[in-house]
């Protein structure tokens, strides 16, 4: 059984491939009468960001270190092999956490969702249909109080949750404009996902005349998915009455203490409303997202882009990509397909 292991927490800095390794190890293809448990195959595993606030300790964050020495976890797709729980069968898809492994013996409840529709690619419910679209989901539309017209802009656009949350606010009617981190990416965010417009930051002089040009008027609702300097920026620009969804700020992961933000003063004479949120409190609400999202992405409304990594070798490497902003659309990692 291959897993991924990782070697020491990192503290500071992007995390390098060499921060993880890959280990062999036996495990019976079974899953032991009285565990309770199941074993799954893993098929494709999800490469995300806040995974690297679990390689080091963080005062009061919200995700679990992982333990040096000890396989990596995080979100995947799976078929079960073999169960000794009464809720599941050999032969049924799941998606949910399981461990950077071929296979893993996991003992339900988990975070595990069963998949009842297999008419779309299974790797979707690493994306679309799993943790990163119910963030969109979630985060923009309950969080956020969108409404046609609205201006929207979105960070971070073309990744996994980012192409959604500017799909959903173009559905609905909104103005939206996207960053990101190169010419390609921009190109993809006004030509394949329908964003009105879009800019490289990593181009621009200064995000705060960026978002002028693009926001004369002000900004409704801000999508945060970066934080640091582009949340200054924003700030500055926001509308009064404004709103912005706080989803992540990965500018700041690898920092070993998070910049000052310095226009948040603003948030008072602007009366904007900042709200956090974690996915995982929101998953009552997944069947609703289902019935959403499934007849738009069947029908082609909504679409979605991932990048591919093929092979459990390849898997450090993909999620340390994210952080240079390697991945365009969807960073994923496909073990088998059957
Ligand atoms: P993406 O697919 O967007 O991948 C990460 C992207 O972030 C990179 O491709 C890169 O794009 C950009 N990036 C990397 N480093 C920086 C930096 N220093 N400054 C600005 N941009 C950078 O990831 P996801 O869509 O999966 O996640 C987006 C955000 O949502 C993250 O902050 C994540 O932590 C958060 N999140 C929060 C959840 C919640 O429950 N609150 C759940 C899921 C995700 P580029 O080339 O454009 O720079």
């Known amino acids: 059984n291959k897993q991924v292991i990782l070697k020491h927490h990192v503290v500071d800095g992007i995390p390098q491939e060499s921060d993880m390794e890959l280990r062999l190890t036996t495990i019976t293809l079974k899953a032991p009468s009285g565990s309770a448990s199941i074993l799954l195959k893993n098929l494709y595993l999800s490469c995300d960001p806040y ?33 000794d729980h009464p809720d599941y069968k050999i032969g ?3 998606w949910g956490i399981t461990k950077w492994e071929e296979y893993s013996l996991i003992k339900p409840p988990w975070q595990l969702f ?20 119910m963030t969109a989901y979630v985060g923009f539309h309950g969080i956020c109080s969108p409404k046609e017209g609205d201006k929207v802009f979105v960070s971070a656009a073309s990744g996994a949750v980012g192409q959604l949350v500017g799909q959903f606010a173009k559905l609905l009617g909104c103005y939206v404009v996207g960053s990101a981190g190169s010419n390609a990416k921009v190109e993809l965010l006004k030509t394949k996902f329908g964003f009105d417009d879009a800019f490289n930051y990593k181009e621009e002089e200064s995000i705060d005349a960026a978002l002028k040009r693009y926001f004369p008027e002000g900004i409704d609702i801000y999508f945060e998915n970066v934080g640091g ?69 069947k029908e082609g409304k909504i679409i979605y882009l991932e990048d591919i990594a093929e092979g459990l070798e390849r898997a450090p490497a993909a999620l340390v990509g994210l952080f240079y902003g390697r991945n365009v659309g969807k960073q994923l990692v496909r073990l088998s397909t059957d």
Do not use: W
């Open 92 to 94: 049924d898809l799941v």
């Open 229 to 297: 300097k582009t949340l200054d920026a924003v700030l500055a620009n926001m509308k009064v009455h404004g709103r912005i969804a706080a989803c992540g700020m990965i500018s700041q992961y690898n920092l070993r203490e998070p910049e000052g933000v310095h226009n948040l003063m603003l948030l008072i004479a602007k009366r904007i409303r900042f709200e956090g949120f974690i996915v995982s409190d929101h998953y009552d609400k997944y069947p609703e997202f289902l019935k959403k999202v499934l007849g738009p992405i």
């Open 51 to 83: 995974m690297r606030l679990r390689m080091r300790h963080i005062q009061g964050s919200y995700a679990d270190s992982y333990v040096p020495g000890e396989v990596l976890y995080g979100y995947g797709v799976s078929r079960v092999v073999d169960s």
């Open 114 to 133: 069963k998949i009842e529709d297999t008419d779309v690619p299974l790797s979707y419910y690493t994306g679309i249909l799993g943790m990163p679209g």
